[in-house]
């Protein structure tokens, strides 16, 4: 049986979504949306406020990941060009995890539901983005299903974690 094959976006989305990138991509979306929340009130205002924060985390990450990766490396050198395109495709996935909580602001800054709704749901949904995240890592390693299950959860005890704190400041 012969496998289709994958799209260029298809590769590039499956090799930058389960990386270490993307996990502490989420934290950081579900961090900044537990402290705007309670500072700032509206899911306008907490939607700004964590794509303004990932934009910058991101672009702090490509920028230190073309350095880290230009010059010398394995007897070959390595360019500019190479490095910042190998650091834009592992930091890809700091912005692809924070696309779905950011949506689900944006349905409250549009009144879709309520502000505090969109907030807690966004949160939510970091825990089950991480929770993702951690089944597909263990499951690319050969993982069996109890360790897929165990890692899915510990990964996701982040933003519970983070929730847990939101609702104790809160």
């Known amino acids: 049986m012969s496998r289709t094959p994958e799209s260029p976006a298809a590769r590039l989305l499956r090799a930058s979504f389960a990386t270490e990138e993307a996990v502490y991509g989420v934290i950081l979306v579900a961090g900044m949306t537990a402290v705007s929340g309670v500072h700032k009130g509206s899911s306008l205002q907490v939607f700004w406020t964590v794509l303004i924060t990932v934009v910058v985390f991101w672009l702090a990450h490509l920028y230190a990941g073309t350095v880290a990766g230009h010059g010398l490396e394995h007897g070959r050198v390595v360019g500019l060009r190479t490095s910042f395109r190998q650091a834009l495709k592992r930091s890809l996935g700091l912005l692809l995890s924070s696309l779905i909580p ?66 104790l400041i809160h």
């Not at 689900?104 to 800054?109: P, V």
């Open 102 to 167: 950011l949506v689900i602001l944006l349905l409250g800054a549009t009144r879709i539901m309520e502000d505090r709704t969109a907030i807690w749901l966004a949160l939510w949904m970091c825990v089950a983005v991480l929770a993702v995240l951690g089944y597909i890592a263990f499951h690319r390693r050969g993982a069996p299903w109890p360790i897929r299950i165990i890692g899915s959860l510990t990964t996701a005890a982040f933003g519970v974690v983070i929730i847990l704190a939101k609702a």
